[in-house]
């Protein structure tokens, strides 16, 4: 099982001089869901090398044991340090694609067209995609196979907009994830705020939070197994 994790590499919050990046959680997490069943994974940025890290996903309260565990990992870290370039690999190399979120990935991933056409070729190839938190965010211009926005007519979550009011960044970035899934088309649903939500509909899994990272790969883990056995 080959599995392909999507980083950001921007690391500015906006116009604030606040540093962002990827949210070392919705990482680790998913990381260790595949690891730990036996798969091989590839950390793919836009730029390559070391992607940014959001600082305040590092924080204490934010830590887990999972966040701890990737930290003490040297190989995870290693790996982490060198993302291979997102123009560089390929749908064909892989049997998924998940995407952790942090805020980074509303300026860069959502408008990146080698992003945009990976998605699209998982999809076309028949290979699910999960996408977790902002994450949810980088299918903004991504198309289904008829043309239309993918995620018109599907079950989804993201990031909520009462989240992401309640960390004070509503007016800092550069679209709401909730707002944006449903003006193209999404049937958007959400639980609790902070609480683990994942929402599955055909090739598409999304997760609604950093709390829902595990939850959604597990979710992804349990699509890719079964198809395997299917096969």
């Not at 509303?106 to 938190?133: G, M, R, T, Y």
Request: aromatic share 8%; charged share 20%.
């Amino acid at each position: 099982m080959n599995v392909l994790m999507v980083l950001t590499s921007h690391d500015q919050l906006g116009n604030t001089g606040l540093k962002t990046g990827f949210w070392l959680e919705e990482l680790a997490a998913p990381y260790y869901v595949f690891k730990d069943a036996g798969a091989h994974i590839v950390l793919a940025s836009p730029l390559g090398g070391q992607p940014p890290l959001d600082p305040k996903s590092n924080e204490a309260m934010f830590q887990t044991e999972l966040t701890r565990r990737f930290e003490k990992d040297a190989d995870a870290m290693a790996q982490l340090a060198s993302t291979v370039r997102l123009d560089s690999v390929s749908q064909a190399d892989f049997d998924t694609v998940f995407y952790p979120g942090g805020h980074g990935p509303l300026w860069d991933l959502v408008a990146d067209p080698h992003s945009v056409a990976l998605i699209e070729s998982f999809v076309a190839a028949d290979k699910p995609v999960a996408l977790v938190c902002h994450a949810p965010g980088v299918l903004r211009d991504v198309k289904a196979p008829n043309g239309r926005p993918l995620v018109e007519g599907k079950q989804v979550t993201g990031f909520t907009n009462t989240e992401e009011a309640a960390v004070e960044l509503t007016d800092v970035v550069p679209f709401l994830v909730e707002d944006m899934l449903i003006a193209k088309g999404g049937s958007y649903s959400k639980g609790a705020d902070w609480g683990s939500y994942v929402v599955a509909d055909g090739l598409l899994i999304t997760g609604q939070n950093p709390g829902s990272s595990e939850a959604a790969a597990q979710r992804l883990l349990t699509q890719l197994t079964g198809a395997n056995t299917a096969a």
